[in-house]
């Protein structure tokens, strides 16, 4: 069988269950794997879980072990990537980049406990879920057969609110600089440009608005409290304004923002929500920019949906590529990386779009939302 990363080959569902009344046997097994708080589960050598606690079945919402027995990990929690090859988890591209996959294997190559983060994109109810998971890979010998143990942490709340202060300080620490550089302006400019200036000041003021209130919409729609308020609004002008607001931050220096050819198109949305996806949009596309380069918004017709388009000239490399929209990835260092994220959950659950991305060497790299 293919597989694009790990090992595909499989022990027989016969095989498993041997594996599982083996363990079973050993004394206390059941007792200590149920007495702790978090998942705990023994794996054969291919990846397959063979025994588990009682919190891996209530967090799956199943009654019988049988119903686990003999998936491998991202099958059992419905990771989004895990059936894309026939292979199974662990055979796909994106699993190269996956934090559990690779614990295993390394605990596997290397006999000794390794510990590693891994971000989740699963399925719940037709809904994308988004996990921070920090797992445990133990080598384990019984009955003459190797095993591991596998045992998995849920960090997603620690890691949102480290995410959270550190993005907030900092991109409203950039604004409040602007704004303090405006001010150290403002009394050597001609009263002829002042009146342009005051319009600056303002938007600088409105985007440490926006700042608090991105954060604050965030943890609105990750607690199922967002209330989603649709207006009439005007697509040409909706992306006019958007481009000339980024025009003034601080990662816009030197570059440009522009509108593209598009459209004027009447359509119903949330506008403080939209705003949200496409000035996130443009500060991954500034932040990727070098200076003297343009990022273009676009709106146009898409058979019968409304697409919002923003392009910069940079081509994305593969290993981005993979793991784009995983919360609290990204490629500007660490405690960073809500951007993506919040484009598809705001985007996608909240506003019923498609958000997604091309890039290539040719024509650099566009984000996109189609509503």
């Not at 397959?48 to 929690?77: C, H, P, S, W």
């Amino acid at each position: 069988m293919e597989t694009k990363f790990a090992p595909a080959e499989r022990s027989s569902y016969e095989n498993v269950l041997r594996s599982n009344l083996s363990l079973d046997k050993i004394t206390y097994l059941n007792d200590i794997f149920c007495s702790l708080s978090f998942i705990f589960c023994i794996l054969n050598e291919q990846r397959q879980i063979v025994y588990t606690n009682d919190i891996l079945m209530k967090t799956l919402n199943v009654v019988n072990v049988k119903q686990v027995l003999g998936k491998r990990f991202g099958e059992a929690i419905n990771c989004r990537f895990a059936f894309q090859e026939e292979g199974g988890c662990g055979t796909t591209e994106h699993c190269r980049y996956c934090g559990a996959v690779n614990a295993m294997l390394q605990c596997q190559q290397t006999g000794q406990k390794t510990t590693s983060e891994c971000r989740v994109r699963r399925m719940v109810n037709n809904t994308e879920n988004f996990l921070d998971i920090e797992v445990t890979a133990t080598p384990f010998v019984h009955d003459n057969s190797n095993y591991t143990i596998f045992s998995l942490l849920d960090i997603t709340d620690r890691k949102r609110r480290a995410i959270i202060e550190k993005i907030f300080f900092h991109d409203v620490m950039n604004v409040a600089a602007g704004l303090q550089g405006f001010f150290d302006l403002y009394n050597m400019i001609d009263d002829d440009e002042k009146q342009d200036f005051v319009k600056m000041g303002a938007s600088l003021c409105q985007q440490i608005i926006d700042e608090i209130s991105t954060q604050r919409l965030l943890a609105q729609a990750e607690n199922h409290e967002l209330v989603v308020n649709h207006q009439s609004l005007d697509s040409l002008s909706f992306i006019q304004q958007i481009a000339s607001d980024m025009q003034f931050l601080e990662v816009a220096k030197e570059k440009k923002v522009e509108v593209g050819p598009s459209d004027h198109i009447q359509f119903e949305s949330d506008p403080v929500l939209l705003r949200r996806v496409l000035n996130n949009m443009v500060k991954n596309a500034l932040e990727a920019s070098l200076p003297g380069e343009t990022v273009t918004i676009t709106t146009s017709k898409f058979e019968d949906k409304l697409k919002f388009a923003v392009h910069n000239p940079k081509f994305m490399p593969r290993e981005v590529e993979m793991q784009v929209f995983m919360r609290s990835f990204s490629t500007k260092g660490a405690q960073r990386g809500l951007g993506t994220y919040s484009m598809k959950i705001l985007g996608e659950q909240h506003l019923g779009g498609k958000v997604d991305f091309t890039t290539s060497e040719t024509d650099g790299t566009t984000f996109f939302i189609v509503l």
